[in-house]
């Protein structure tokens, strides 16, 4: 489960940009994840409740941001959903080399007092 390192990851972020700034306990993480990062949102639920007391989070929630996939068609410009279609252009049926939206994984905003 690799959302546990990943989890990891943006709590150690968090902790330091709060500590830095003066807080000495997070409220709120926030997270935007995309539908290709290969995130599985309930997993990054689990690990951050599992990981948030070693990080000063004890009281604190993770709000999740979730980005459906979007690409963009090369021959006819088209952006479509690449949850429904995959990477074929419902358009014109052309496959799709450009995706515009689906693989943030990012921390996004951190709360803290």
């Known amino acids: 489960m690799h959302e546990v390192g990943i989890m990891e990851g943006a709590l150690d972020m968090a902790r330091r940009l709060m500590e830095k700034r003066g ?10 994840i995309g539908s290709l990062s290969g995130v599985v949102p309930e997993a990054l639920q689990s690990a951050f409740l599992a ?21 963009r068609c090369d021959a006819c410009r088209a ?35």
């Open 51 to 71: 990981l948030k007391d070693s990080y000063a989070a004890q009281d604190a929630a993770l709000d999740v941001a979730w980005v459906e996939a979007v690409c």
């Open 23 to 32: 807080g000495n306990r997070l409220r709120r993480v926030h997270m935007t």
């Open 79 to 113: 952006d479509f959903s690449f949850t429904e279609h995959g990477y074929i252009c419902p358009g014109c049926g052309e496959p799709a080399l450009a995706i515009l939206r689906g693989r943030e994984l990012e921390l996004t905003r951190v709360e803290w007092e």
